[in-house]
């Protein structure tokens, strides 16, 4: 009897083990089914993506871009300045639209919408095209009317990228016709920089030197110690005395009076720290601005004229930026413009001819989010060669924002 029990419990086992095996394998199978439909799903999704894509008809707008910056605010500046009873002023308001037809094109216009413009009508002050690696992998045929790169200061010179509401008295900048190359000289992050430029002349197409090209040269790296250096050149070729130079030094750009004939040179170099690795650091978004920068600029102006004297002069400004705490930050600027041999000019807008002009700007900046900045200035502004000086003092209080 024993021994048939034995036999008995043995078969049940073999039995069980066989179950286990069959439903080890029913599982398996059921495994491998649900893998193919879950892949079948997400087959059949995809495909109706790509439908549903393919439906979709694809337009040249779909890869325009629009961006702008404002600033609007109250401003007084005495008797004598621009602005006078605090008079409210919108002093920056510009449009971009940037449009990417292909990888290697892309097609710039900006409106300027400044109400201070004359006549208050607003004009597009850069249109053009950008060649990628037209003829290198590293450098950018540019195309139209276009900013000038000269120095540094003019890519920042408004009141919403710049740590100041006011400019530095010199104030370089300008627009022109032409074509340039700009690029690197090697494809890496820390590689000098370069522009090298031919221009028409100032802004539109009609105007040209009688003899000469107007261009502009610059060269600028990045150093380590968060330093970075540049240095500019620029001349107009030879114009006409009604003709102005595209670009404008300390507001100036038309030649002195009596001049029938003459020409504009400009060199100027530039010591940067903590703007970043171009040297240029708008200052929207604020949350990327560090804790302190420091700035450094000289320069020199030409002005050689038949007809009457020369005009010829110098310039240079120091500036700086320390943050209070993540929202707060002060600011500081002072900048010297002289003209040599006794010359007089209407230099920073002044109402009267002078022989110097110094302008020391202290501010304050509260950022109300990365892209919205109270901002708050006085600038003292004195000037030489007069018998009564101008009163010129200028205070600001306005948003400057970006979208």
């Known amino acids: 009897m024993c021994g048939l029990g034995w036999a008995q419990t043995a078969g049940n086992t073999a039995q069980d083990s066989d179950l286990q095996a069959q439903i080890q394998e029913l599982k398996a199978k059921l495994a491998t089914l649900e893998t193919k439909v879950e892949q079948n799903q997400k087959a059949q999704e995809q495909a109706k993506k790509e439908q549903a894509a ?10 325009l871009k629009i961006d702008g910056r404002l600033f609007t605010g109250l401003l007084d500046s005495g008797q004598q300045g621009k602005y006078t009873h605090w008079s409210g002023d919108v002093p920056d308001a510009k449009i971009r639209f940037t449009w990417t037809p292909s990888k290697n094109v892309t097609v710039v216009n900006r409106l300027n919408l400044n109400l201070s413009n004359s006549g208050n009508n607003p004009t597009f002050d850069y249109m053009y095209v950008d060649l990628a690696e037209m003829l290198l992998p590293t450098n950018t045929v540019r195309i139209g009317q276009r900013k000038l790169d000269v120095g540094q200061e003019t890519w920042v010179d408004n009141p919403i990228e710049n740590m100041l509401v006011s400019n530095s008295i010199s104030h370089i900048g300008g627009y022109g016709t032409g074509v340039a190359l700009r690029g690197k000289f090697m494809n890496t992050a820390t590689a000098p920089t370069y522009e090298m430029g031919f221009i028409n002349g100032p802004q539109g197409l009609t105007v040209r030197p009688t003899s000469g090209l107007p261009y502009n040269i610059k060269i600028a790296a990045p150093f380590c110690g968060n330093l970075f250096a540049s240095g500019t050149y620029y001349n107009s070729g030879t114009m006409l005395g009604a003709n102005s130079s595209a670009v404008k030094v300390a507001e100036i750009s038309s030649s002195p009076t009596g001049a029938t004939h003459w020409r504009r040179s400009l060199w100027e170099a530039d010591l940067r720290y903590n703007y970043g690795a171009t040297g240029i650091l708008p200052f929207e978004p604020f949350g990327k601005i560090p804790p302190v920068m ?51 000019a209407k230099l920073g807008d002044s109402p009267v001819a002078v ?48 979208f």
């Open 54 to 63: 393919a439906s979709v008809t694809t337009f040249p707008g779909d890869k």
């Open 355 to 402: 022989n110097s002009y110094k302008r020391t700007s202290l501010g304050l900046g509260y950022a109300l989010s990365d892209l919205v900045i109270l901002k708050t200035e006085y600038s003292w502004n004195c000037t030489g060669g007069t018998v009564v000086q101008p009163r010129l003092n200028q205070a600001s209080f306005g948003v400057a924002t970006r």
């Open 294 to 344: 420091l700035g450094a600029t000289y320069g020199a102006s030409d002005d050689s004229v038949m007809g009457a004297g020369d005009r010829n002069g110098h310039y240079w400004f120091v500036e700086g930026m320390a943050r209070i705490n993540d929202k707060l930050y002060s600011a500081a600027r002072y900048s010297v413009f002289d003209l040599s041999d006794g010359v007089k």
